[in-house]
């Protein structure tokens, strides 16, 4: 049983508009959250987090939001750049639990 | 500053055989994680080392598994009689604190094994 659900495996985003990727968890215990960036042939690379007291954390051209009562949360790349290209993991950690990570979404950022 | 390396980048296995993967974390990080991810899967958490102690292994998945860190810096994934679904890219990661999952975890490119 998936705890931590990318639903869309990929999504196709034009340059320069926003990239929206989501993310479902069931586990209600789950107290952090971060997205993970992943190159072809390379390992994943962090990209942001967010504690679950919290409901929006920004950094430059990406933000989390995390709504606590649907057990959602989402990414927002703006604007999305061709370099943005990639799969994206999101994955939720409760205390001292390992990562528990999504599927991933391939994000492709068309030119 | 060197990142996280692992080697080989490739390993092709006949089944029963056994294979090690190495890691070679980030100088200096306390923390080691490994990684099972599987084709069109995300990556699932093996074991994790603080300095030479392993403190969680839940997720390895057989007795075939064994992982060490006998100087609390490299690291050694073995693999016993492999079998096909073994297959799968093993990733390893690194962390500065130690202070244990929430940490940011730095990852290393990852072993793509293959069992024939």
């Known amino acids: 049983d998936q705890q931590v659900k990318q639903n869309s495996p990929s999504l196709s985003v034009q340059e320069g508009r926003i990239s929206i990727l989501n993310c479902d968890y069931t586990?209600?215990?789950?107290?952090?959250f971060l997205w993970y960036k992943k190159y072809p042939a390379e390992g994943p690379t962090f990209l942001i987090s967010i504690s679950s007291i919290k409901d929006k954390n920004e950094d430059g051209r990406f933000t989390v939001f995390l709504n606590k009562s649907a057990k959602h949360l989402s990414l927002h790349i703006v604007p999305s750049q061709p370099g943005d290209s990639a799969v994206y993991f999101c994955a939720a950690v409760s205390g001292n639990t390992p990562l528990v990570f999504g599927k991933g979404t391939r994000l492709s950022v068309i030119a | 500053g060197a990142g996280v390396s692992q080697s080989p980048r490739y390993k092709v296995a006949k089944r029963g055989q056994d294979v090690a993967l190495r890691c070679d974390p980030i100088?200096?990080?306390?923390?080691l994680f490994w990684y099972q991810q599987a084709l069109g899967q995300g990556p699932e958490f093996l074991t994790y080392f603080q300095n030479e102690a392993q403190l969680d292994k839940s997720g390895l998945p057989s007795d075939r598994f064994f992982a060490e860190r006998p100087e609390g810096s490299v690291s050694t994934l073995k693999i016993q009689r492999t079998q096909q679904e073994d297959s799968a890219v093993y990733l390893c990661?690194?962390?500065?604190?130690?202070?244990?999952?929430?940490?940011?975890?730095?990852f290393g490119p990852g072993t793509r094994l293959l069992v024939l």
């Open positions: 586990n209600s215990m789950f107290d952090y």
């Open positions: 100088s200096g990080h306390v923390s």
């Open positions: 990661a690194s962390g500065p604190s130690g202070r244990g999952i929430q940490e940011t975890q730095y």
